[in-house]
């Protein structure tokens, strides 16, 4: 059950590819029915979670480091997975309105649930290595959500610099991770979280916590390192409402809360977070007052009351870790709708600037209204969510019993932070809804459409309710999060919007009339819009050091390389050359003295007609139709060599590809000059040729050595097996299929992919068209060859045969999947070359790709089919079955994985050189 | 002349023309030059099996087999070689067509820029 909460999004993620076919709205609902069965999962085990139970659920997966893919269900993870969800839903519903105009939303809410997924993730992850995974992965959709309209300038820095420094801290997290596992002795949580004694008890304890802050900071924009979170601000707003109210930048919020048992307590932890926390607070709420971009201030207000939340973990006691997850419930709902309102504001408007949008609210004054009572929430106005948590907040200020001096500052620190947020809330509503008439908005606002509005009201209707009743609402909640948060029974709390008059309630009075005061003595007093916004110094060192870096390595590739292939390659080969020459002064380098076999004919004569050819193709290079032609020969002296030396399914292999490679060549040639002159300046070829004999003789005595000394070969493992176990007599097609099958599922992979890069580069290539020859002789247009059409005609169903021949046999006898894709290939192209490709097509189809990944899908189900037995990734099975007429046929299920390396390599070979073709088809064909 | 005495001078050749090749200065001879040195890697490969005439690792046939592992690396590495080899050989054209020749050195213009 744990399991589909986070796989739900995930899930989704391949139905996306599919509906970029479908109707628009498919998307959006694609999103929001995974997002709702995850949320239905939750609420249907919410009962346990509440009666204080803790649900675990896991599948090892590299037990050897401790990885485990574990997940757990408590009251912590419950709160932050409601969020996510929740707020989830109420960010695709608004993302399917606000981008109706986007050309893609498929691909938006792809990665919106890939994020998604990744989040849930972090929050239920029972080890701690999982936990980083899915960090990662947040970091890694993160930002190509944040870049999402890569065509801005603005948002391709914002999403870079998000990653670097979100991802830096990662590598923190990592090492701290790694140590901390190792002091507490398991990657499992509920090992790590009872072994806070020892761990604050080791060594490596202020080391860990270091690496961990890094980590949690970065991610949550606490100040030096809060800079990339306005730069964030270029993504689509949907997604800054979803990153930046309930989840990307509550991560690191999270991973406080989640080790806080472990590691919360000590010196180090109380002054670190204190500290960061509180001018993370102070500065950022302070800088929020001056931004003139509405997002900007939401930004700024964001990592002030992040710190807010970092500075309540970091004071210690039970209580202020109520009021951390308190406030982290009421910044997600208001910020979330706040987010919502300044994209309905930038959508209505055309712009962001509140310089320029002013006096709203005669336009749109229902959408006033709920800035307005949103806006209350951040500031912390009685009667509204974020009123309370500040209240608790101000509570806990006073009531600090260490720290010394910072007994004295935190209280007022926190009036101060209370009266700059008061300032930038009322800026935000009266400088855009009042203030003056719109000043050159590029658009008339009016209210935006109903469904857009959807979202914005129920986070307003949120906010007010709990505001209101706290103690219905939240109260349960509440608790059981501390209690997993706290690891014990949190102490009585209650919420209620009246405690009666006391000090904190004096201290919000004196924030709420200073934050107005303050506001109106800035923006008239001060002349607020013409304030000019510095830039910002974390920023700013960030751009330098990035430069400084980027220079230094420009300047080292500029000294190794100097734009040309020939020099690099030269380098390298020198490079290699050493380090092979290396041993000889060193060790013993000599042949060893393994029995030779003396050589026979046949051998003698695949080697020469091999040397020779490759020796002929070196010297012919320049006439490239013979060179050609002559490498082909090297190519069947390496085959004959197959053949000769006891490599049937290696032969058959080679003879195959030879073919299509050298069909291949001649395809490029047509868009290749045939004919190359010499090079006049700078042509090396005495010293290359110097150079290259060396290599070729060290190669030569490297294969002497090698070949002169006694074998150690795990082969004799496969043999013995290769019938029990695989099923079949060939034992390299065992090998291929069974034993080592998850190699030939990477190799597989690795061509499907090349032949797709062929393919898409070719789409995006405007060849030219080339009407003669380099001797001027006119192309010639007849694309049917009658000699070769006629007999192709007769070969093909034959070729098609051996083609299946050769794999039904593969298991036992030589072939199998690659050589009988290649040889149906040949086969296929054969009728190409003789009837010329429009024609061709038209017959046998076009669509190769879909071949090729039918073939990867096959080969991938057979090993799925395997799990679902409960055996690992593509074991195989294998017996004989009785066939009517037939008799006994042996069948082994990774025949059917070898069937979809057959597709891929079939699919993958026709699709390069199809397409190879049919562009220099095309270009021919468009002669008149 | 042994078998494996053989065979090493059969893969050097094969190492240098493919290494000479690699270093002229057009693009079409680097692809004959990178799948003359595949050629050489896949017979050095195959050949740390060790050289047998007429025991294929077909079970069953006779008592004694080659290797079959360094033949099934081999045999993928023949295939990945060919898709390999048509990756760069899009690459060529697409170089040939931005720049109009198909050199691997740049000309003194381009060096300026």
């Known amino acids: 059950m744990l399991a589909f909460i986070v796989l739900l999004p995930w899930l989704a993620v391949p139905a996306f590819v599919l509906s970029a076919r479908g109707p628009r709205s498919l998307a959006p609902w694609l999103a929001a029915c995974a997002d709702a069965l995850a949320l239905g999962v939750l609420l249907a085990l919410a009962p346990r979670v509440f009666d204080g139970e803790v649900l675990s659920w896991s599948m090892p997966w590299v037990p050897q480091i401790g990885l485990a893919f574990s997940l757990r269900l408590d009251g912590l993870s419950f709160l932050f997975t409601l969020l996510i969800l929740a707020i989830g839903m109420l960010v695709i519903l608004y993302a399917r309105y606000y981008l109706s105009n986007e050309a893609r939303l498929d691909r938006f809410f792809a990665l919106l649930m890939l994020f998604t997924g990744a989040m849930l993730g972090i929050v239920l992850s029972e080890n701690l290595l999982l936990l980083f995974v899915f960090w990662e992965l947040t970091g890694l959709s993160s930002f190509l959500l944040i870049g999402y309209w890569s065509n801005k300038a603005g948002a391709r820095d914002g999403a870079r610099i998000a990653l670097a420094v979100t991802g830096s801290g990662g590598l923190a997290l990592l090492a701290g991770v790694l140590l901390l596992g190792h002091v507490a002795g398991s990657f499992e949580l509920s090992r790590v979280l009872a072994a806070g004694a020892q761990v604050q008890a080791s060594p490596y304890y202020s080391v860990i916590l270091v690496l961990i802050l890094l980590g949690a900071f970065t991610k949550s924009a606490q100040v030096p390192f809060h800079f990339w979170l306005p730069g964030a601000m270029a993504a689509p707003t949907p997604v800054s409402?979803?990153?930046?109210?309930?989840?990307?930048?509550?991560?690191?919020?999270?991973?406080?809360?989640?080790?806080?048992?472990?590691?919360?307590?000590?010196?180090?932890?109380?002054?670190?977070?204190?500290?960061?926390?509180?001018?993370?607070?102070?500065?950022?709420?302070?800088?929020?007052?001056?931004?003139?971009?509405?997002?900007?201030?939401?930004?700024?207000?964001?990592?002030?009351?992040?710190?807010?939340?970092?500075?309540?973990?970091?004071?210690?006691?039970?209580?202020?870790?109520?009021?951390?997850?308190?406030?982290?419930?009421?910044?997600?709902?208001?910020?979330?709708?706040?987010?919502?309102?300044?994209?309905?504001?930038?959508h209505e408007c055309g712009t962001r600037d509140m310089r320029r949008i002013n006096g709203l609210w005669r336009y749109m004054p229902y959408t006033g209204l709920l800035a307005m009572v949103a806006a209350a929430a951040m500031a912390g106005v009685p009667l509204v969510n974020g009123f309370l948590s500040k209240e608790m907040f101000f509570?806990?200020?006073?009531?600090?019993?260490?720290?010394?001096?910072?007994?004295?500052?935190?209280?007022?620190?926190?009036?101060?932070?209370?009266?700059?947020?008061?300032?930038?809330?009322?800026?935000?509503?009266?400088?855009?809804?009042?203030?003056?008439?719109?000043?050159?908005?590029?658009?008339?606002?009016?209210?935006?459409?109903?469904?857009?509005?959807?979202?914005?009201?129920?986070?307003?209707?949120?906010?007010?309710?709990?505001?209101?009743?706290?103690?219905?609402?939240?109260?349960?909640?509440?608790?059981?999060?501390?209690?997993?948060?706290?690891?014990?029974?949190?102490?009585?709390?209650?919420?209620?919007?009246?405690?009666?008059?006391?000090?904190?309630?004096?201290?919000?009075?004196?924030?709420?009339?200073?934050?107005?005061?303050?506001?109106?003595?800035?923006?008239?007093?001060?002349?607020?819009?013409?304030?000019?916004?510095?830039?910002?110094?974390?920023?700013?060192?960030?751009?330098?050091?990035?430069?400084?870096?980027?220079?230094?390595?420009?300047?080292?590739?500029?000294?190794?390389?100097?734009?040309?292939?020939?020099?690099?390659?030269?380098?390298?080969?020198?490079?290699?050359?050493?380090?092979?020459?290396?041993?000889?002064?060193?060790?013993?380098?000599?042949?060893?003295?393994?029995?030779?076999?003396?050589?026979?004919?046949?051998?003698?004569?695949?080697?020469?007609?091999?040397?020779?050819?490759?020796?002929?193709?070196?010297?012919?290079?320049?006439?490239?139709?013979?060179?050609?032609?002559?490498?082909?020969?090297?190519?069947?002296?390496?085959?004959?060599?197959?053949?000769?030396?006891?490599?049937?399914?290696?032969?058959?292999?080679?003879?195959?590809?030879?073919?299509?490679?050298?069909?291949?060549?001649?395809?490029?040639?047509?868009?290749?000059?045939?004919?190359?002159?010499?090079?006049?300046?700078?042509?090396?070829t005495v010293r290359h040729f110097l150079l290259a004999g060396v290599v070729g003789a060290g190669v030569g005595w490297l294969t002497w050595a090698m070949l002169t000394r006694p074998l150690e070969s795990i082969s004799g493992y496969f043999l013995r097996n290769s019938v029990p176990q695989g099923g079949g007599t060939n034992v390299v097609n065992v090998i291929l299929v069974d034993f080592r099958a998850f190699d030939t599922y990477g190799e597989i992979t690795v061509i499907a992919i090349a032949a797709l890069g062929v393919a898409s580069m070719l789409a995006a290539l405007e060849l030219p068209r080339r009407e003669t020859d380099a001797r001027g002789r006119a192309w010639s247009r007849e694309t049917r060859f009658l000699p070769l059409d006629l007999l192709v005609r007769l070969l093909l169903p034959l070729a098609l045969l051996v083609s299946l021949h050769l794999f039904v046999r593969g298991h036992n006898q030589p072939g199998g999947g690659f050589v009988a894709g290649l040889v149906a290939a040949v086969a296929l192209v054969l009728l190409y070359v003789g009837r010329g490709t429009a024609w061709s097509s038209a017959r046998i189809g076009r669509d190769f790709a879909a071949t090729a990944m039918a073939g990867l899908l096959v080969a991938l189900g057979t090993g799925a089919a395997a799990m679902l037995l409960g055996a690992p990734f593509l074991t195989s099975s294998h017996g004989h079955v009785q066939l009517p007429l037939v008799g006994t046929v042996p069948l082994a299920s990774a025949m059917l994985f070898d069937l979809g390396v057959f597709l891929t390599v079939l699919g993958s070979t026709l699709l390069i050189l199809t397409r190879l073709g049919l562009r220099g088809a095309g270009a021919l064909a468009k002669q008149p | 002349m042994s078998m494996e005495l053989l065979t090493a001078v059969g893969v050097g050749v094969l190492a240098m023309a493919g290494v000479y090749l690699l270093l002229r200065a057009r693009m079409f001879s680097v692809l004959l030059g990178l799948t003359l040195l595949s050629y050489a890697i896949n017979v050095f490969v195959f050949a740390s099996g060790r050289l047998r005439v007429g025991m294929p690792p077909i079970v069953g046939s006779h008592g004694d087999y080659a290797d079959p592992l360094a033949q099934a690396l081999v045999l993928t590495a023949i295939v990945i070689g060919f898709a390999m080899t048509a990756f760069v050989v899009v690459l060529a054209i697409a170089a040939h067509v931005r720049l109009g020749h198909d050199r691997v050195e740049p000309d003194a213009e381009e060096m300026d820029r």
């Open chain 1, 241 to 346: 409402a979803y990153l930046h109210s309930a989840t990307m930048v509550k991560a690191g919020i999270f991973l406080l809360a989640r080790l806080y048992p472990v590691l919360a307590g000590s010196d180090i932890w109380f002054y670190a977070l204190t500290v960061v926390g509180l001018v993370t607070l102070v500065f950022a709420a302070y800088q929020a007052m001056f931004r003139h971009d509405l997002k900007g201030l939401l930004a700024y207000s964001t990592v002030s009351h992040l710190g807010l939340i970092t500075l309540l973990l970091g004071i210690g006691t039970p209580l202020s870790a109520v009021a951390a997850l308190f406030h982290v419930i009421n910044h997600a709902t208001f910020k979330a709708s706040l987010f919502m309102a300044a994209g309905i504001i930038d």
């Open chain 1, 395 to 684: 509570g806990e200020a006073l009531a600090l019993e260490r720290g010394g001096g910072l007994q004295w500052i935190l209280p007022l620190a926190a009036v101060m932070g209370g009266v700059f947020s008061v300032a930038y809330s009322l800026r935000f509503i009266h400088d855009v809804f009042f203030l003056a008439r719109p000043l050159h908005t590029p658009r008339i606002p009016h209210e935006p459409p109903r469904w857009l509005r959807i979202p914005v009201e129920i986070l307003v209707a949120v906010c007010l309710l709990v505001g209101l009743f706290p103690g219905a609402i939240v109260q349960s909640l509440l608790t059981v999060s501390a209690q997993a948060l706290l690891g014990t029974a949190p102490p009585g709390f209650s919420l209620a919007l009246w405690h009666g008059v006391n000090e904190p309630l004096v201290m919000s009075m004196i924030a709420l009339s200073g934050g107005v005061l303050l506001y109106f003595l800035v923006q008239y007093g001060l002349d607020l819009h013409s304030h000019v916004q510095s830039r910002n110094l974390a920023k700013r060192i960030f751009d330098r050091a990035v430069l400084a870096l980027a220079g230094l390595a420009d300047a080292g590739a500029r000294n190794a390389y100097r734009g040309g292939m020939t020099t690099g390659v030269s380098l390298t080969i020198l490079t290699a050359l050493f380090v092979g020459l290396f041993p000889f002064f060193t060790s013993t380098a000599g042949p060893g003295t393994a029995h030779t076999h003396p050589s026979d004919a046949m051998a003698l004569a695949a080697f020469a007609l091999m040397c020779a050819a490759s020796i002929g193709t070196m010297f012919a290079h320049r006439r490239r139709v013979e060179a050609i032609v002559l490498l082909s020969v090297v190519g069947l002296g390496v085959t004959l060599c197959f053949v000769h030396f006891s490599a049937p399914d290696l032969a058959l292999t080679q003879l195959a590809v030879e073919t299509v490679s050298i069909l291949l060549l001649l395809l490029a040639l047509n868009h290749l000059p045939q004919e190359a002159p010499p090079e006049a300046a700078v042509d090396h």
